[in-house]
C-alpha cells in the first residue's frame, strides 16, 4: 500500500523547510578558498533546484486537479466521495505494520535529516578544461578556429580574437544574414551559457538578459518574439524603411519575394536577440576575458617545462589547501613568499631569477637573490653603511662593485686621476675680450700687460 496523499504532502513540506534550513546554514560557512567556495554555490544551487521541484508537485497536489485530496480528506471522517467505508482498510493496514515490527524488532529507523546534512559533504562534479584553470579563465580556441576560417572573420591572433570577438557591429550586415555566422553566434552562446552554469551557480541568467533591454528604457516584458522584436528595432532600422540597395533585385517590389522578406526580419530579429544576450555576456565576463588575455600572453613567455612545472605547482597548492588557516603552506619548490604569504608563481620565480645568487663582500658577504634585488641593494643601508665603514663615497662608480678590495682600488685610481686633472684657474679659467674672443687666464693676462687688449 503507498503512502497516502496527505502523508506525501507532510512529507514534501519537511523537506522544503529542511532544505531552507541547509541553504542558511551552508551560506553561513566561509569558504576557505575559491575552489571551496565555488563548491559551495554548486551545492547551494543543487538544494534550490530540489526545492524548486518539491514545491512544484506541492503546487500539483494543492490544485487537486483529480479530486484525490479532497477524497482522501473526507476519508478522514470515516467515509470517501463514493460512501465507501474505510475502517477495515485501516485495521487490515495496522495488522500488517504491527505483524513486520514483530518479525523485525531491531529494524532501524531512518532519520532524513541524516540523509539531507550529507548533502552539505559532498563535492559536486564540475567539468573544467586544463585551459579554463577550474573556471578562472575561458577556454575559446574552439570558437576562434571557427571564427579565423569564416568568411566574416579575420586572421588573427588568439589574444586579439578575445579583445574584438564581443565586437559584432564590425561585421557587415549581408555576411549576418548567413547560416556560418548564426551558427557561429550559436556556438558562442552555448558555451558562454554552459561557462556562466559552471561557475555563476547562484546567478539569475533571465534577471541579467532581461537588463540588456531595461538598460536602454524598453519593456523587458512579453514573449521571446516580443523581446526580439524590440532587440531588433534597437538595433537595426526597419526593413520597410531600409533602402533599395540593402535589398535583391525586385524584392521589394514582387509578391514572390514577399515571404523571402518576411524571414529575413524573422532572421536578423533572431541574429540580434543573440547578439544582445552575447554582448550582455561579455559585460558580465570583462574581467574574467582580461585575465584570459593576461594567461595567453603570459604563457607565451614560458617554456614547456616552466609551464608544467607551474601546472604542479598550482595542482598541489589546490590538494594541499585546508580550512585550518594556521596549516603549514606546502611549498616543495621553496619559493619565495608574496604579498598575499603564498609562494609566488613559479613562471615569476623564473623571470625576475630568483634561483640566482649574489653575495656582497662590502655588506658583509649578505646574499641577495635575483637581479633585481642585487642592483637595487646598492642603494639600500647595508651597502652604503658598508662603504662609509671603507672611507668611499657610495658613487655610481662602485655600482657592480662587491669586493672590498677592487673597491679600495678603484678608488685610489679615481683619486689619482683627480689629483692629475688638479683645476688650475691660470689654464682653464677663461675671459672673454670686447670682441667675444675667448682666452684663458695666462693668456688675457699676457695680452692685457702687452696693452693688445
Request: hydrophobic share 30%; aromatic share 10%.
Amino acid at each position: 500500500m503507498s503512502s497516502t496523499l496527505l502523508e506525501v504532502t507532510r512529507s514534501a513540506h519537511e523537506d522544503v523547510e529542511r532544505l531552507e534550513r541547509l541553504v542558511v546554514k551552508e551560506l553561513q560557512r566561509e569558504p576557505a578558498s575559491n575552489r571551496d567556495q565555488l563548491f559551495q554555490s554548486h551545492r547551494v544551487r543543487n538544494m534550490i533546484d530540489t526545492l524548486i521541484s518539491t514545491t512544484h508537485k506541492l503546487v500539483e497536489v494543492y490544485e487537486d486537479k483529480d479530486n484525490a485530496r479532497k477524497d482522501e480528506i473526507a476519508a478522514l471522517g470515516g467515509q470517501t466521495a463514493s460512501g465507501v467505508n474505510l475502517f477495515g482498510a485501516f485495521y487490515d493496514r495496522l495488522k500488517e505494520i504491527r505483524e513486520y515490527h514483530r518479525r523485525h524488532p531491531l529494524a532501524r529507523v531512518i532519520d532524513p535529516t541524516e540523509e539531507f546534512e550529507e548533502l552539505l559533504k559532498e563535492e559536486p562534479h564540475i567539468e573544467f578544461s586544463g585551459e579554463e584553470a577550474f573556471g578562472r579563465y575561458l577556454d575559446m580556441h574552439e570558437l576562434y578556429n571557427e571564427y579565423i576560417n569564416s568568411k566574416f572573420g579575420e586572421p588573427v591572433e588568439y589574444s586579439a580574437f578575445l579583445d574584438t570577438f564581443s565586437q559584432f557591429q564590425k561585421v557587415p550586415r549581408h555576411l549576418k544574414l548567413t547560416r556560418q555566422y548564426k551558427d557561429y553566434l550559436t556556438h558562442l552562446l552555448e558555451y558562454l551559457l554552459s561557462y556562466f552554469e559552471r561557475t555563476e551557480p547562484l546567478q539569475d541568467l533571465g534577471r541579467m538578459f532581461s537588463k540588456a533591454l531595461g538598460a536602454r528604457g524598453l519593456k523587458v516584458g512579453g514573449t521571446l518574439q516580443q523581446r526580439a522584436e524590440r532587440l531588433f528595432l534597437m538595433k537595426h532600422t526597419p526593413l520597410d524603411q531600409l533602402d533599395k540597395k540593402h535589398f535583391g533585385k525586385g524584392s521589394r517590389t514582387s509578391q514572390e519575394n514577399g515571404g523571402s522578406i518576411v524571414l529575413q526580419q524573422n532572421s536578423m530579429k533572431e541574429i540580434a536577440l543573440m547578439e544582445a544576450k552575447l554582448q550582455r555576456m561579455c559585460e558580465f565576463f570583462k574581467e574574467r576575458i582580461i585575465q584570459t588575455k593576461e594567461n595567453v600572453e603570459k604563457k607565451q613567455a614560458l617554456t614547456y617545462e616552466e609551464m608544467e612545472a607551474e601546472r604542479e605547482e598550482e595542482e598541489v597548492q589546490a590538494d594541499s589547501e585546508s580550512d585550518d588557516d594556521e596549516q603549514q603552506i606546502y611549498n616543495p619548490l621553496k619559493l619565495p613568499m608574496g604579498w598575499d604569504g603564498k609562494p609566488i608563481p613559479y613562471w615569476l620565480y623564473k623571470l625576475h631569477g630568483l634561483g640566482q645568487e649574489f653575495k656582497c663582500e662590502i655588506c658583509g658577504n649578505h646574499s641577495y637573490w635575483g637581479r633585481r634585488a642585487f642592483e637595487r641593494h646598492f642603494k639600500e643601508w647595508r651597502h652604503q653603511h658598508g662603504m662609509r665603514c671603507l672611507g668611499i663615497p657610495n658613487t655610481k662608480n662602485f655600482n657592480e662593485i662587491t669586493s672590498i678590495q677592487e673597491a679600495k682600488e678603484l678608488w685610489e685610481r679615481i683619486q689619482e686621476k683627480q689629483g692629475l686633472n688638479k683645476w688650475r684657474p691660470d689654464l682653464e679659467e677663461e675671459y672673454e675680450d670686447k670682441e667675444g674672443n675667448i682666452y684663458n687666464k695666462k693668456t688675457y693676462t699676457d695680452l692685457q700687460r702687452q696693452g693688445l687688449i
